[in-house]
């Protein structure tokens, strides 16, 4: 029997990122609702990507198209949501804010959206742009 490939969603990419939020419990998901859209004021024209990457629902924020590109994302778990900075360990930490020890990424909790207006978290991300 031969299989026949899933037809291409019809849904929006509105409707669809909306369904992949709607899977987590609904204190995760307000919590992505509030930080991407903390996030899209700030920065209008970044690309965003959404992706599966390993365990975490990602929303990356990028000046092109490239997951490569991404300046930092707000990844999702069932534990809570974080923003993670893909060059992270590049970056200045005078706080101490930035958690993680690999050789790249660097992530600090969002207990909420308001996370996002502390002084040290929005100098985090502003200073989160790819090494030259």
Request: proline fraction near 7%; charged fraction near 25%.
């Amino acid at each position: 029997m031969r299989k026949t490939a899933k037809p291409p969603s019809t849904a929006s990419p509105a409707k669809q990122l909306a369904s992949f939020i709607a899977k987590f419990d609904s204190k995760i998901a307000k919590q992505i609702r509030a930080a991407r859209q903390v996030l899209r004021k700030r920065y209008p024209t970044a690309n965003e990507l959404v992706y599966d990457n390993y365990n975490f629902f990602v929303i990356g924020f990028s000046a092109t198209e490239r997951p490569s590109d991404c300046l930092f994302s707000i990844a999702a778990n069932a534990k809570g949501v974080g923003l993670a900075f893909y060059y992270g360990a590049t970056l200045p930490d005078p706080h101490k804010i930035l958690l993680g020890s690999g050789n790249q990424n660097r992530f600090i909790r969002l207990e909420s959206a308001a996370t996002l207006s502390k002084p040290e978290s929005e100098g985090a991300h502003k200073r989160s742009g790819r090494p030259g």
